[in-house]
């Protein structure tokens, strides 16, 4: 578990990771033999180049706007909203401004 998280105390996801100009800042939060959810801050512009997951993926939108690429189409994003996308299918992201994702991977 990441060490910003402690028992009995209220936080927000978004918080643990800052945004850096020009890259896209990747930090986990907790991972497992089944599972890996990590948060994602992209600078505006910023691209995660096209790639597979090694399960299945569900993105949650925590701030700013992004298009998602999935299976060759593109899907808009947004603060609040959420996608799915299953084991093996090719994806990729690229934040319209800054963005920051969460990102929860099912390996079962």
Request: charged content about 25%; hydrophobic content about 45%; overall charge negative.
């Amino acid at each position: 578990m990441n060490e910003a998280i402690r028992t009995g105390e209220v936080f927000r996801l978004s918080d643990l990771a800052e945004y850096r100009d020009g890259q896209i800042v990747h930090v986990d939060v907790t991972q497992n033999d089944r599972m890996r959810m990590a948060i994602k801050a992209f600078d505006a512009g910023c691209e995660l180049a096209s790639h597979t997951a090694p399960g299945n993926v569900i993105v949650f939108a925590l701030e700013g706007d992004a298009v998602i690429q999935c299976a060759g189409k593109e899907y808009p994003i947004e603060a609040g909203e959420n996608f799915f996308f299953a084991k093996g299918e090719e994806h990729g992201v690229k934040a319209v401004s800054r963005f920051k994702m969460a990102v929860v991977v099912d390996f079962s």
